[in-house]
């Protein structure tokens, strides 16, 4: 079981928005601004997308966007793209000097 | 351009240990920590650790220390992870990944390898 829980699968059309979850506690998620999310193409190294909960890395779109409150981040990716179709895993810092993962998302564009 | 590239996959017996390489270039390797990452066949990715390629310091996760080690050489750019005394469930792709901060770690991973696929087999 991951240390972060992660819906298993989302889904949306070519357009519309979506909202990834991304659960922790106050050990990681809750106490610290150091939530990153990770793009995977099938049979691809991952991607970073976000960082320090809000932060976008140059040449990300900037319709991935991220948010966090309580012990609970999420990514939202806007104007779904048929690219956009991928694992999705969120990350955090911990206060054992640790970083854990999610179990990861499986976006489905319809 | 900065990438990092992995040495080839590798099929190795039970008991048997394997030494995956992560050459980096187009960036000052010695400033930025290197993580390990893994993922076993269709599932979630796993942080085992960073060395700091300047210190030769390390961070290990617990279930990987005394394990894993992790080394570097500064002269060829190019850090190690050994992993010794392989079972079947360390079938995995293992990923080497830079750091994103300068002189420390923010453990945000920005620069990926393509990952090594390591197969634990008799």
């Known amino acids: 079981q991951s240390p972060l829980t992660q819906p298993a699968s989302v889904s949306g059309s070519p357009g519309q928005s979506i909202t990834i979850s991304c659960t922790g506690t106050?050990?990681?998620?809750?106490?610290?601004?150091?939530v990153s999310w990770y793009q995977q193409h099938p049979g691809k190294a991952p991607k970073l997308m976000i960082y320090?909960?809000?932060n976008r890395p140059s040449g990300v779109s900037n319709r991935f966007s991220g948010s966090k409150s309580g012990n609970t981040a999420s990514l939202t990716i806007s104007g779904l793209q048929a690219e956009d179709e991928a694992d999705y895993y969120c990350?955090?810092?911990?206060?054992?000097?640790?970083?854990?993962f999610g179990g990861g998302t499986k976006l489905t564009v319809l | 351009q900065v990438q990092l590239v992995q040495s080839g996959a590798e099929v190795k017996k039970p008991g048997a240990s394997v030494k995956i390489s992560c050459k980096a270039s187009?960036?000052?390797?010695?400033?930025?920590?290197m993580h390990w990452v893994r993922q076993a066949p269709g599932q979630g990715l796993e942080w085992m650790g960073w060395?700091?390629?300047?210190?030769?310091?390390?961070n290990y996760v617990q279930k990987f220390q005394g394990w894993v080690t992790m080394t570097r050489d500064t002269s060829n750019s190019t850090a190690y992870m050994e992993l010794p005394r392989l079972r079947s469930d360390d079938t995995a792709v293992y990923y080497c990944?830079?750091?994103?901060?300068?002189?420390?770690?923010?453990?945000?991973?920005?620069?990926w390898g393509q990952g090594t696929t390591v197969t634990v087999s008799s």
């Open positions: 990944a830079r750091d994103l901060c300068s002189g420390g770690s923010c453990f945000v991973m920005d620069i």
């Open positions: 187009g960036y000052t390797f010695t400033g930025y920590f």
């Open positions: 060395i700091n390629p300047n210190t030769g310091g390390t």
């Open positions: 106050s050990s990681d998620v809750g106490g610290y601004n150091y």
């Open positions: 320090d909960v809000s």
């Open positions: 990350s955090s810092y911990t206060s054992s000097s640790l970083k854990v």
